[in-house]
């Protein structure tokens, strides 16, 4: 019997989406730049928030050694006369998030609560909806969450080593690719990529203007740690907005069959 044509695809970003990653790699920028600063200067979330607000900081090791510089240029000096070795920089944040044992994972990473239950992809996928997921994330850490925590046996998944980093949007196109495989057919299958920061939104935005021909909504999740306050939580939102986002949800489970369903006849994708 032929598979039916999926209605839908859904791809998810993992970090603030699939993961609360606000006690674990944003823990360990904070981390990271106070060390390299000589302990004079801890980046609040807000901080790392405004950073991650310019839509080109998705690599948390980038995003680091890009504080650290502020830092230092706060303080007077020129960019090009500060030493950073950007080796160390990753191995002193990767000591925090995945630990110092080689041969199990004892860092932060151990504690992330998760936002996503293996039953609501089966949800999505009795609907005839496919899902994939597109991260910044290194494939351990993403293939960690996604295995051992979630349970999924073979997902689909492109990560930070596959292809160049967010906003562009090659990684959204390979991980569409994986979950299509063969059967392509027109008209060609709405996609929703359902992200938190302005990155995610920014790829989205690239993808329709690389692939008109594809139907591309972008879907904004609020991360945790800005739903503690009011104001934050409405500034968080406007930039995901301003970004590209079609809808805002505190949670990716709000994004139910019925819901994608709603956002597509709205935006006039079916």
């Given at each position: 019997?032929?598979?039916?044509?999926?209605?839908?695809?859904?791809?998810?970003?993992?970090?603030?989406?699939?993961?609360d990653v606000s006690g674990?790699?944003?823990?360990?920028?904070?981390?990271?730049?106070?060390?390299?600063?000589?302990?004079?200067?801890?980046?609040?979330?807000?901080?790392?928030?405004?950073?991650?607000?310019?839509?080109?900081?998705?690599?948390?090791?980038?995003?680091?050694?890009?504080?650290?510089?502020?830092?230092?240029?706060?303080?007077?000096?020129?960019?090009?006369?500060?030493?950073?070795?950007?080796?160390?920089?990753?191995?002193?944040?990767?000591?925090?998030?995945?630990?110092?044992?080689?041969?199990?994972?004892?860092?932060?990473?151990?504690?992330?609560?998760?936002?996503?239950?293996?039953?609501?992809?089966?949800?999505?996928?009795?609907?005839?909806?496919?899902?994939?997921?597109?991260?910044?994330?290194?494939?351990?850490?993403?293939?960690?969450?996604?295995?051992?925590?979630?349970?999924?046996?073979?997902?689909?998944?492109?990560?930070?080593?596959?292809?160049?980093?967010?906003?562009?949007?090659?990684?959204?196109?390979?991980?569409?690719?994986?979950?299509?495989?063969?059967?392509?057919?027109?008209?060609?299958?709405?996609?929703?990529?359902?992200?938190?920061?302005?990155?995610?939104?920014?790829?989205?935005?690239?993808?329709?203007?690389?692939?008109?021909?594809?139907?591309?909504?972008?879907?904004?999740?609020?991360?945790?740690?800005?739903?503690?306050?009011?104001?934050r939580q409405a500034d968080?939102?406007?930039?995901?907005?301003?970004?590209?986002?079609?809808?805002?949800?505190?949670?990716?489970?709000?994004?139910?069959?019925?819901?994608?369903?709603?956002?597509?006849?709205?935006n006039e994708f079916i």
């Amino acid at each position: 019997m032929a598979r039916k044509k999926l209605t839908t695809i859904v791809v998810f970003d993992i970090d603030g989406v699939i993961r609360d990653v606000s006690g674990s790699y944003r823990r360990a920028i904070a981390d990271t730049v106070e060390h390299f600063t000589e302990g004079n200067w801890r980046p609040t979330m807000e901080d790392i928030d405004r950073l991650k607000g310019e839509g080109i900081w998705n690599n948390d090791w980038e995003a680091s050694r890009e504080l650290i510089y502020r830092y230092f240029e706060s303080r007077g000096h020129h960019r090009d006369r500060i030493i950073l070795d950007y080796d160390s920089i990753v191995t002193f944040f990767q000591g925090r998030y995945r630990g110092t044992n080689p041969d199990c994972w004892d860092g932060y990473i151990t504690s992330e609560p998760l936002l996503l239950s293996p039953t609501y992809l089966e949800q999505l996928s009795i609907n005839q909806i496919g899902w994939g997921f597109f991260s910044g994330a290194t494939r351990g850490s993403a293939e960690y969450i996604l295995k051992k925590r979630l349970g999924l046996q073979q997902p689909v998944l492109i990560a930070m080593e596959d292809v160049p980093g967010k906003p562009d949007p090659t990684g959204l196109f390979a991980t569409v690719e994986h979950i299509e495989g063969d059967d392509v057919e027109l008209p060609l299958t709405p996609v929703l990529y359902v992200g938190d920061t302005v990155a995610d939104m920014y790829t989205v935005t690239k993808a329709r203007e690389l692939q008109p021909k594809r139907s591309w909504l972008g879907v904004g999740v609020l991360p945790p740690h800005v739903q503690s306050a009011p104001q934050r939580q409405a500034d968080y939102a406007n930039k995901l907005k301003e970004a590209g986002a079609a809808i805002i949800l505190g949670n990716v489970e709000e994004l139910k069959p019925s819901q994608i369903q709603q956002l597509l006849s709205a935006n006039e994708f079916i």
